[in-house]
């Protein structure tokens, strides 16, 4: 079982920035061969990918959220960082962390993003 908790959400301004991290834990995993991907869900919408990186450092990001944020991990500190920068009222959602092993899912709780003046 994987247990993934994310922080850094928080109330920011248009044109601010945040950054998410995401810790993995759990008895005997090996956080670098999980592939990692951050999502978002806002209010009346479907959740969404946001961004992922491969076990191997592959990213791939949205359309809307291309050249303003960027996904990285630290496999040494189990987490997976989300730099989001040039925030609009249109990021505001729950950014929730996954990790993905094969057929194995996991989610963390999630953490509330607010763009507002």
């Known amino acids: 079982q994987v247990h993934l908790v994310e922080s850094g959400g928080g109330l920011v301004q248009p044109g601010g920035s945040l950054r998410l991290s995401c810790e993995a834990s759990?008895?005997?995993?090996?956080?670098?061969?999980?592939?990692m991907g951050w999502y978002r869900q806002a209010p009346g919408k479907q959740r969404a990918l946001v961004a992922r990186?491969?076990?191997?450092?592959?990213?791939y990001y949205a359309d809307s959220v291309k050249g303003r944020f960027t996904i990285s991990r630290d496999n040494a500190k189990n987490t997976v960082y989300l730099e989001m920068n040039s925030l609009s009222p249109e990021d505001t959602a729950v950014y929730y962390c996954?990790?993905?092993?094969?057929?194995?899912?996991?989610w963390g709780q999630g953490t509330q993003v607010t763009v507002s003046s």
């Open positions: 996954n990790a993905y092993l094969g057929n194995s899912d996991y």
């Open positions: 759990g008895r005997g995993i090996i956080f670098s061969a999980f592939g």
């Open positions: 990186i491969t076990k191997g450092g592959s990213t």
